[in-house]
C-alpha cells in the first residue's frame, strides 16, 4: 500500500523530504531531527557564546542562519528547520520575556483575564518579527536548493500555556482554570494567537520556508473533549488560512505534532494537515491504520535511544521502519528534541541506519512502482 | 450492561468502594481522592510540623495513622488510603533517602550497574517496615469498621526510575540508558523489585488492608513494547504472587494504575488486575468497551477541575460520571493526585456531585437488579 499515491504533477518537488510529505515514491526514508539544531553541538555552543544570550540568538538573523545550517553541514540531513523559539509571538505581541538560565522562559507580566488581552497587539511579521524573515531570507541564500526549509511555530494552546502561566509548568494550574472558569478569556487569546500565527506563517512561507510545522507540546495535558476545542481547533484555523502553495506552484505540507496524543489521532484527522507528528509511545504501523493513507506520518524514535550504544541505535531505527513496513508518506524524526546532553556522534549512527534500513526494506518487496 | 455481575457468594463486600472493585450493584457510585491525606489540609500540614520531616511523619504509625484518618473525618470518603510514600521500598533495601523541602526525594547513591544490586536486601515488612504495619494496625483500630482501608506501592517500574535517576526526573536519561544498553541491571533490579513488592503488599493485607493498589506513575514514559516488558510484566508477577482473600473469604481487589498509559489498556488487561485506574485522557466509556465488563474502572476528574467554580466542578464530574452511564463496575477519584495548593472547600463539592448524580443515572433505567 502506498500513501498518497496520487498521480505525478508537473511540480512535483524532487526532494525526499518534501515527497515524503505528500505521500509520493522516494528511494529512502528521508531523516531530520527535531531541536537539530540546538546544544548538543559544540559550534551552536560557540555561536550562542557569542550571541550573549539565547534571545539575541533568535533576534541575530546572520547567527541564527549559521547555526540553522550547522546540522546540514555536520550530518547531511534531508530538511533544515528554522532556528527560533515558539516564544518569539508572545513576545513580538508585547509580552516582555526572559530566558533565565538553567531555568527556561519566564514573563514576568503573565495573562490573567479577559482586559489583560488588550495589552497584545497583532504583531507585522516584517516588522516585530522581521529578525526571523531575515534569519530565513540568509538561509536560503545560504543552504544548498535541494536541501528544504522548515518554518515553524508554537500552537496557540501551547503558546496560551506559558502567557498565562508566567513560564514552564508542571501543574497548569492557571490555565486550567481559565479553561474551566474563563472560557471567553482562554478562547479570546486562543483567537488572537490564530490570527498572529496564520500572518508569521504565511510570512515564513512567502520568504521561503517549504513546508511549516505547527509544535503543540502540551495538547497532551487535555482531555478529548478539550483537547478538540482549546488545542486542536485552533490549529484547524491556522491551517486553513495558511497559503498552501508556493508561487512555482509546489505544495507547501503542514506537519502537526501534538505530544502525547497518540489517543486522539482520529481527532487530528480532521485538521487538515499534510503530515502528523508521532511521539513513541504509538506505533507508526497503528498510526497508520488508524489515520489511513492520506496522511503522512513523522517520527518516532524515542530520543532516550540516542543515549546507547551504535548496535542499539541500529536495532531501535530498524524497529521504527519496520513498524510501518514498506509504505510511503514517513519522515523519520525523533518523537521529542534532541536533549542538551546527547553525544553528537550518534546522529551520523542514526541518519545511516534510517537509510541502510529503509533502502532494505523497500528493496523487499515492490509494491510501490 | 453491567460489569462483573457475578452471583452474589456469602462473603460479598457490604462496602459501596469494595462492591464498585468487584463489579457487584451499588446504589451510588462510591468515590475517594489519590493523595486524598496531604497538603492541601491545614491538619495535615500541623502533623507534619509535629513529626519534623516528610519521612518522620511516614515512620510514625500514630502520625501516620491520625492523617490517613483527617479526610475520612472531614469528608466521609468511602475509602480511607494508608499514609505512607512508595520509596519507603527503595529505602528498607538500604538506600538512603531524603526528603528536600521543595525539592522531591533524593538517593545520594543512585543505582548505576549490575554490581549495585548487591547493595540491596530484601527488606522483612515486619521488620524494616515494620512502622507501616504499625501504622496500618493503628487505622484498624481506629477506621469505622464500614469504611474499607487501601494499601499500596509503588510499581517496579516507577521505583526503579527514583533508584536509578537519584530522584523525580523529566528526562530519564540513566534508566533509559539503562534500558537500552545493560537490560541484565534493569531486569535484576526489577526482578528484586518485584519479590519485595509482593513481601510487602502481602504483609499489608495480612495486617487489614482490603484493597491494594500499585501506583505506576511513569509507565507513560515508555513506548508500547519497554511498557509490556518493563513496567507492565513485572506488575503482572506482583499480582500473581499476591493473596487475593483475606482470611473470612473476601476477595482484595487490585487495582492497576499506568498514569498516561491510556493507549495500552489492551495490555493492561493481562496483568490480572481487578480494577484500572485511568487518568482523565481515556473516557470511562471508551474504556469500559475496550477492556469488556471484566474490569472495575477508576478515575478520571482532571484534578485541575477543582481549581474550578462549585457549579462547573459539579458539571464535569457529571460528565465523568454520564461517559459510563448505568453500569457497574466504577469508582470515581482524580486522574491523578490532589494537589497542595487545592481548596480543601472543594471536595465536599465534589462528593456531592458524586452521589447525587450516580443515584440519578442508577435511577434512569432498570437495567440492573
Same mark, same amino acid.
Given at each position: 500500500?502506498?500513501?498518497?499515491?496520487?498521480? @505525478?504533477?508537473?511540480?512535483?518537488?524532487?526532494?525526499?523530504?518534501?515527497?515524503?510529505?505528500?505521500?509520493? %515514491?522516494?528511494?529512502?526514508?528521508?531523516?531530520w531531527l527535531m531541536r537539530q539544531?540546538g546544544?548538543?553541538?559544540?559550534?551552536?555552543?560557540?555561536?550562542?557564546?557569542?550571541?550573549?544570550?539565547?534571545?539575541?540568538?533568535?533576534?541575530?538573523?546572520?547567527?541564527?542562519?549559521?547555526?540553522?545550517?550547522?546540522?546540514?553541514?555536520?550530518?547531511?540531513?534531508?530538511?533544515?528547520i528554522?532556528?527560533?523559539?515558539?516564544?518569539?509571538?508572545?513576545?513580538?505581541?508585547?509580552?516582555?520575556?526572559?530566558?533565565?538560565?538553567?531555568?527556561?522562559?519566564?514573563?514576568?507580566?503573565?495573562?490573567?483575564?479577559?482586559?489583560?488581552?488588550?495589552?497584545?497587539?497583532?504583531?507585522?511579521?516584517?516588522?516585530?518579527?522581521?529578525?526571523?524573515?531575515?534569519?530565513?531570507?540568509?538561509?536560503?541564500?545560504?543552504?544548498?536548493?535541494?536541501?528544504?526549509?522548515i518554518?515553524f511555530?508554537?500552537?496557540? +494552546?501551547?503558546?496560551?500555556?506559558?502567557?498565562?502561566?508566567?513560564?514552564?509548568?508542571?501543574?497548569? @494550574?492557571?490555565?486550567?482554570?481559565?479553561?474551566?472558569?474563563?472560557?471567553?478569556?482562554?478562547?479570546?487569546?486562543?483567537?488572537?494567537?490564530?490570527?498572529?500565527?496564520?500572518?508569521?506563517?504565511?510570512?515564513?512561507?512567502?520568504?521561503?520556508?517549504?513546508?511549516?510545522q505547527?509544535f503543540?507540546?502540551?495538547?497532551?495535558?487535555? &482531555?478529548?473533549?478539550?483537547?478538540?476545542?482549546?488545542?486542536?481547533?485552533?490549529?484547524?484555523?491556522?491551517?486553513? &488560512?495558511?497559503?498552501?502553495?508556493?508561487?512555482?506552484?509546489?505544495?507547501?505540507?503542514?506537519?502537526?505534532f501534538?505530544k502525547?496524543?497518540?489517543?486522539?489521532?482520529?481527532?487530528?484527522?480532521?485538521? &487538515?494537515?499534510?503530515?502528523?507528528g508521532?511521539? +513513541?509511545?504509538?506505533?507508526?504501523?497503528?498510526?497508520?491504520?488508524?489515520?489511513?493513507?492520506?496522511?503522512?506520518?513523522q517520527g518516532?524514535?524515542?530520543p532516550?535511544?540516542?543515549? @546507547?550504544?551504535?548496535?542499539?541505535?541500529?536495532?531501535?531505527?530498524?524497529?521504527?521502519?519496520?513498524?510501518?513496513?514498506?509504505?510511503? &508518506?514517513?519522515?523519520?524524526n525523533l518523537g521529542h528534541g534532541m536533549?542538551?546532553?546527547? %553525544?553528537?556522534?550518534?546522529?551520523?549512527?542514526?541518519?545511516?541506519?534510517?537509510?541502510?534500513?529503509?533502502?532494505?526494506?523497500?528493496?523487499?518487496?515492490?509494491?510501490?512502482?
Amino acid at each position: 500500500m502506498n500513501a498518497n499515491n496520487v498521480t @505525478a504533477p508537473s511540480s512535483e518537488p524532487q526532494s525526499l523530504f518534501l515527497r515524503a510529505c505528500l505521500g509520493l %515514491d522516494v528511494a529512502q526514508t528521508p531523516v531530520w531531527l527535531m531541536r537539530q539544531a540546538g546544544r548538543y553541538l559544540p559550534e551552536y555552543r560557540e555561536v550562542r557564546r557569542q550571541a550573549g544570550s539565547f534571545l539575541a540568538l533568535c533576534k541575530n538573523p546572520e547567527l541564527a542562519a549559521r547555526v540553522t545550517l550547522q546540522p546540514i553541514e555536520r550530518f547531511g540531513l534531508d530538511a533544515a528547520i528554522l532556528f527560533s523559539d515558539i516564544l518569539v509571538i508572545p513576545e513580538a505581541m508585547g509580552m516582555e520575556l526572559h530566558f533565565l538560565e538553567g531555568e527556561g522562559p519566564h514573563f514576568p507580566h503573565p495573562l490573567t483575564r479577559l482586559a489583560d488581552l488588550d495589552r497584545l497587539n497583532l504583531p507585522d511579521p516584517e516588522v516585530q518579527l522581521g529578525y526571523v524573515m531575515g534569519a530565513i531570507d540568509e538561509i536560503r541564500r545560504q543552504l544548498p536548493s535541494s536541501t528544504p526549509l522548515i518554518g515553524f511555530s508554537g500552537s496557540p +494552546w501551547t503558546l496560551a500555556t506559558y502567557m498565562i502561566e508566567g513560564g514552564s509548568s508542571k501543574k497548569f @494550574a492557571q490555565i486550567k482554570t481559565a479553561l474551566y472558569d474563563d472560557p471567553p478569556f482562554l478562547e479570546g487569546l486562543l483567537e488572537r494567537l490564530v490570527t498572529a500565527v496564520v500572518h508569521y506563517l504565511n510570512a515564513q512561507i512567502d520568504h521561503g520556508v517549504q513546508a511549516v510545522q505547527i509544535f503543540d507540546t502540551w495538547g497532551g495535558i487535555l &482531555g478529548p473533549d478539550e483537547y478538540r476545542r482549546f488545542s486542536l481547533e485552533p490549529m484547524t484555523r491556522i491551517i486553513a &488560512g495558511l497559503k498552501r502553495r508556493r508561487p512555482d506552484g509546489t505544495r507547501v505540507p503542514v506537519i502537526l505534532f501534538s505530544k502525547g496524543c497518540g489517543g486522539y489521532l482520529e481527532t487530528i484527522a480532521t485538521s &487538515g494537515c499534510d503530515v502528523v507528528g508521532l511521539d +513513541w509511545t504509538t506505533p507508526l504501523g497503528q498510526a497508520r491504520a488508524r489515520l489511513g493513507p492520506k496522511f503522512a506520518l513523522q517520527g518516532n524514535l524515542d530520543p532516550a535511544v540516542l543515549y @546507547a550504544s551504535p548496535k542499539r541505535i541500529h536495532a531501535e531505527v530498524r524497529r521504527v521502519l519496520e513498524s510501518l513496513g514498506n509504505q510511503n &508518506g514517513h519522515i523519520f524524526n525523533l518523537g521529542h528534541g534532541m536533549e542538551p546532553n546527547l %553525544d553528537p556522534e550518534k546522529v551520523p549512527i542514526l541518519i545511516a541506519a534510517v537509510r541502510e534500513e529503509s533502502k532494505r526494506i523497500r528493496g523487499q518487496s515492490s509494491t510501490h512502482v
